[in-house]
């Protein structure tokens, strides 16, 4: 592959990241992976490479650590955009070390931007997250929905790296002395499930999962004896919160979308928003029928007291990214469901 594509992915070996850069090469990309292992693991990269079918370039490696980023950046020459998902972003663990998600989420991003500045590459696409919503008081929400306060420091990261990827592309439009091209897109996730349908990647949660369906699958294999769900008074259907559950290929999908815009982009500076997700939404209990459906298997769950922090309901209006992007999601919870399963019981042969 020519190197005029190719794509620094920080956290490339992570849940959405090996999503991504498969579908990088797809579209004909040539990726380059830095990843320090801390929310994945080397078996990972197999994998990518047998579904891509090419050898994948990877640097183990911290993205805050700005000499290993530049020395890579000086061996793979002619990098022309950069993917961002390096990043913690489990919410109950940012509440109890604040400090260690904003150095390192902020940290990295800060690095990256001094980076792209002396090495001239132009686009980033930043991994945010629809939690810079808090509960919005419209439904579904826009891109212009305004911003509540972060619920949590990882939620909080994710808003102050939006905010300082918007302001550094201003600082570069004013400053007429000294032109950088910096053309941004921070992709606002909804809730990313689901696994490559050739079940050779798929989301490896560290120890006790955090989120619902990788919580769902580990019951119905046997990992975990029940799933609780988190309070059913709420102001919904069945009193279950509402997502916007997304399947990660269609979300790893916007990537190459979003990087496809931002080369054709004409401005020099750019910075924008965009929402990804399918622009419906799920109840807890209607993914768990759902699941039991697909699957076959019935679930042990019983209802159990809300989650601090929990929003109630938020599902993204997706014409944005639609009719700009050109992007919109063609999975729905079913398949998003099906394919966790199938990657949850490879998963389980796999250490039998
Ligand atoms: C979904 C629903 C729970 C587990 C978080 C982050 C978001 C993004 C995705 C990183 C909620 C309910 C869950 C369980 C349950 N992460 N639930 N029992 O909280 O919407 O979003 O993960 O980018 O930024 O905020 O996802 O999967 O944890 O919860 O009832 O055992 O499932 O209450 O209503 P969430 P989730």
Redesign the pocket.
């Known amino acids: 592959m020519d190197d005029k594509n190719k794509v620094l992915v920080t956290g490339g070996a992570g849940y959405i990241g090996s999503h991504t850069v498969v579908e990088l090469v797809a579209a004909g990309y040539t990726p380059v992976i830095i990843d320090n292992y801390s929310n994945a693991e080397p078996s990972v990269l197999k994998g990518i490479e047998k579904i891509a079918g090419t050898p994948i370039k990877f640097y183990e490696g911290d993205c805050n650590d700005v000499s290993y980023v530049e020395n890579l950046l000086r061996t793979e020459k002619n990098i022309q955009g950069i993917i961002h998902f390096a990043a913690y972003?489990a919410?109950g663990e940012s509440v109890l070390e604040p400090v260690k998600y904003y150095e390192n989420n902020i940290g990295s991003l800060l690095v990256l931007l001094k980076l792209m500045k002396k090495y001239n590459i132009p686009d980033i696409v930043f991994s945010s997250?629809c939690?810079v919503y808090g509960q919005p008081d419209q439904l579904p929400v826009t891109e212009k929905t305004p911003k509540k306060p972060a619920e949590s420091p990882y939620g909080n990261t994710k808003q102050v790296c939006e905010e300082i990827l918007e302001d550094t592309v201003n600082s570069y439009f004013q400053n007429k002395n000294e032109q950088h091209n910096l053309k941004a897109i921070a992709l606002r996730?909804f809730?990313p499930v689901g696994a490559h349908p050739s079940s050779l990647i798929g989301e490896l949660p560290l120890g006790v999962p955090?989120?619902?369906?990788p919580?769902i699958t580990q019951t119905a294999v046997g990992l975990r004896e029940k799933?609780?769900?988190?309070g059913d008074n709420y102001n919904t259907p069945d009193g279950t919160?509402i997502?916007d559950y997304i399947h990660v290929v269609d979300l790893a999908k916007a990537h190459v979308k979003a990087l496809e815009y931002l080369s054709n982009q004409e401005k020099a500076q750019f910075f924008d928003t965009f929402n990804i997700g399918t622009g419906g939404g799920n109840t807890?209990l209607e993914v768990i029928k759902t699941f039991e459906k697909v699957s076959d298997q019935k679930l042990n769950y019983e209802i159990g007291p809300r989650?601090e922090g929990?929003v109630e309901q938020i599902y993204a209006n997706v014409e944005k990214s639609n009719t700009v992007l050109g992007w919109q999601a063609i999975l729905g919870l079913e398949e998003s469901l099906r394919d966790s399963w199938a990657w949850q019981l490879a998963l389980k042969k796999a250490n039998e």
Request: glycine share 0%; net charge positive.
């Open positions: 972003k919410v997250s939690t996730y809730n955090n989120n619902l369906v919580f799933i609780v769900v988190f919160c997502r807890v989650r929990d």
